[in-house]
């Protein structure tokens, strides 16, 4: 009632509702308690908080290049300004990237999506050559294409780090194939080099450094 928060004297009727206010004061009193409880959650969650804000970002960029399975390499200077401008890639990561031999393909017209690329070739090798490990390099290329909301995790940048190697091997082979598939598979190296980029594990122990050793080694 406003009148007894306003100090109002309470009528007798009413001493069942002020006993259940005043559980309710001690309710309240027991919250005030915990709340140095809280603040040591709180603080836990400050301290993990870049590598959420970056996780995050991540999730957002996959969600904005990636969700709709349209991703071409067209895109690929794109996302390269937005991994930038998120700071998940620095100046020093991209200098390296291009030490190793990072290209962005460069096409007149607008490509098949890379999920389109990767299922077309797939389709041909399985009608002509069923046992091709190109198979498996393309499944786990898609793989990485369909998990970039979590590149920043061990497994898929260490995937898209082994997928790249294999395509650098590849691409770089005397194979015979039109330009306009060369540089679909360029930016299908190129995307999963980005990825392999994106992975804590690879910026915190130095593996990427190593990668980008070895993808320089085989291109």
């Known amino acids: 009632m406003l009148t007894e928060a306003y100090g109002a004297s309470v009528p007798a009727e009413s ?32 301290s993990f908080s870049p590598r959420a804000v970056r996780a995050q970002k991540i999730e957002a960029m996959a969600k904005d290049f990636f969700a709709d399975g349209q991703f071409s390499t067209a895109d690929i200077p794109k996302l390269i300004q937005r991994l930038h401008q998120d700071g998940i890639l620095s100046d020093g990561q991209l200098n390296r990237l291009s030490a190793a031999g990072f290209e962005i393909p460069q096409g007149n017209q607008t490509p098949e999506s890379l999920m389109q690329f990767i299922d077309r070739q797939k389709e041909q090798l399985s009608k002509a050559e069923p046992d091709n490990v190109l198979l498996k390099v393309l499944d786990d290329a898609k ?77």
């Open 15 to 46: 001493k069942t509702q002020t006993s259940q206010s005043a559980d309710k004061v001690s309710l309240s009193g027991q919250a005030a308690k915990a709340k140095p409880e809280d603040a040591s959650i709180k603080q836990e969650e400050v």
């Open 143 to 219: 793989h990485v294409l369909e998990q970039m909301d979590t590149a920043d995790g061990k497994e898929t940048s260490q995937l898209a780090a082994r997928v790249s190697a294999q395509l650098s091997v590849f691409v770089n082979g005397d194979v015979a194939m039109s330009e306009a598939d060369k540089q679909q598979w360029q930016g299908l190296k190129s995307t999963m080099q980005l990825a392999a980029s994106m992975g804590n594990s690879q910026q915190s122990s130095g593996q990427l450094s190593s990668y980008l050793a070895l993808s320089k080694r085989i291109t």
